[in-house]
Structures are given as C-alpha cells and as structure tokens.
C-alpha cells in the first residue's frame, strides 16, 4: 500500500533477533507468523538441511518415494493420537486444509454418500488465503470479506460454548447431518481470525455431536501445533479430543521450509484403499513432501524430543501472563489473554495499524498486529531479557496509543 512503511530489509536472523540491513536488531516477537520455534538459525535443522541439499534436494512424490518422507510421517502418525496414521504432505497451510476438505468429500463420495458435501465452519475462523478456504473463514470479521462465496458449501456457527451457542451448533448439524460432510475447527484457540480461545469441553461437545450424526470433525492445528500452548504438542492432546483429520504446517519445519500435511484416521483412509481408480485422492502437487523440507521437520521434532520446549512454552506464558495482565485497565483495551506463549492485548477499536508498527520498531522489536490483537507468539527458546523487552515495548506502545486516544477524544 502507498501508504504503509516501507518493509525493513532483514541481513541476518539469529536466535530471537532479526538484524537489519540498515545496522538496527529487532527482538521478534511473533517468530515470522509463528513458524521459528527454535528461534531462527537453529545449527541441529542447518546440518540437517545440508546433508539433504547434497543428497537429494528433490524428486517428485509420483511413484518415488524417499526416507525423509517416509520417517516424517512415520514419527507424524506415532505423535498424533488414535488411528490419526495416514500423512499426507503439500507445501502450505491451506492447502492442508484443502486437501483435509476433499478427503472429507470424497470419502463420502467413495462410500456412496455424494449428498454428504457441506461443511460446518465457525464464527471467527481462519483456515487460509485460497478459494477452497476463504469460504471456512469469518464471512464479516475476517480478512476475506471481499471473496465470501465459492462453490464450497459452507454452514457457519458459534463455537459451542454456554447454553445457546451449544444448541445452535447441535441443532444445525442435526438439521443439516445427511447433507454435512465435515465440521472444521481451530482447537482451543482460534488464532488469525482474533484470537479467542475456548476450553476443551466445547472440542468434546462438537466431538460428540460429529460423532453422533456422522460428521467427520477436521483439527486445523496449523497456528497451535507444535508445542505453543505448552502442556502437549498437539491441541488435540490437551483437549484429550481426536479428529478424524488433522492439518500441520507453520511451525513444522521449524520455520525453515515450507511444509505442510494433512493427516486421515483409519476410516477415511479406508475408504480410499480400493482398486478401482475413480476411489483414488486426486491431489497431487508438484512439490509434494519436499525432501528439504521433510529433513527440517525432523530435525525440528529431534529437538522437541531432546530439549524441553513444553515447559519452555508454560515459563513464557506464565511470564507473559504476569507481565501483560496491568494492561486490562488501560483506556481503550478491551481484553488482556494469554493461553500457553501465546499473548494478546485486544484493543476496543481499529487503531492505526502503520502507526503501532512504526512505534513497535522504534522500541526495538518486530510486533505486528492484526486488526485489533496486539500478540506475542515468540520462539519457545526465547530467554527472559528478550522476552521483557518485548513485554515492555507492548506495555509502552499500548499505553502511548492509549494517552493519543484520550488526547483526541
Ligand atoms: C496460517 C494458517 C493457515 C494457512 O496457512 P498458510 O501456510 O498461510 O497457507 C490455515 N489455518 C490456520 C489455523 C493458520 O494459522
């Protein structure tokens, strides 16, 4: 836009920190959209990208296959709970969740049930940029008001939590179950669309109600997988629910490549594993299961496996917590929340996004809000002195939008 900054040239990344061509060093706060988990630069996944590199950079997934493809969803299908063992891998988030949605479709095509072809989506969601996700996302809050339809499908409503939007929900899948193909949901917190967060009670209710009707229940853990609630790796651990499909990117790699996968219980898999070709999944892109990328994610999940970033993500959201609550009675803030390393200040109105951005470099860290949410999400090895100058770059630039909005009311 003419009118943003314009974009910071980054020479160098290094744990925490993003060095400027211009000589400055940001504290990153948001760990580039919430992929850098290890922080960037991580030696363990560089070796581990390198031998790849001279191995095999990449050959196509059609009739070949490779051993990084192969031990990544091997050790995928051993992470995730239930029969949740079948891994498919494309190159981004939402296309993770397209192919979540024609696995969906399909299965109830390849069973004999075509009808079953909408989707259940919820209030605040975001489930990605393409065609086949915009219709999953917020059709009024969300960034894609501007492209609402397509040829999906899409029943909309709110997470299940108190009496009434538990009916609403109940009563629209059972209205709606011969034609319902899939309920989609981000577990536990919705992240893009506005970070609101809902407990493990609404996962079990909408686990229930799917199971009851026939509905498969597809997790989009592509923001929260990964240890950023702490407690688990997955969302669906801690909510001790289980999907029938399950969708993984952003932090997958570690931040370092672009991967993605979507993965099938044994139903849906089933309904695949026939003989006749008309059955067969029809996806198939170009760089599917980038052995680069397979190298980095398995590097990444060594190191969740040898170093403790579950309790690594609870300190920070503990810190976090302490450090950002005071914020509440600030004028003009509406909500202060945290759920695992993951915080967020909500503002009470649209603030000048350009100009919080402006002050948020001059404080020294690389914060960048979304509408109204003011978060941090940084990397789970952030230490405690990178982690205060992010909280009290928020706490400062807050509170200066909060005296200029006083000051102009
Ligand atoms: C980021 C995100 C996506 C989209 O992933 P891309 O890699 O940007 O396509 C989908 N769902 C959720 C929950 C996300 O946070």
Redesign the pocket.
Known sequence: MKTAPPALEVARTEGCRLHLADGRTLVDGIAS??TACHGYNHPHIRAAVVRQLERVPHVMFGGLTHRPAERLAAELAALLPGTLDHVFFTE??????EVALKMSLQSWQNVGRPEKRRILAFDD??????FG?MPLCDPVEGMHRRFPGSHLAVERAPIPVGESARRTFATLVERSASELAAVVV?PLV????GFRFHDAEALRFIREVCTMHDVHLIF?????GFGRLGDALFACEIADVTPDVI?L??ALTGGTL?L?ATVASRPIFEAFWRDDAESALMHGPTYMANPLGCAAALASLELFAREDRLSQATRIGGRLRDRLAPLRTVPGVRDVRTCGALAVVELDRDPDLDWLRTRFVDHGVWVRPLERCVYLMPALVIDDVDLEVLCQAVERVVTEWSTRLEASD
Do not use: R
């Open positions: 959209w919430w981004s988030g939402s296309v993770s969740v969601a975001y489930h990605g940029d393409t996700t981000e919705q992240a893009a669309g989009d853990e592509i923001a929260v969708t990117s952003k672009p993605a």
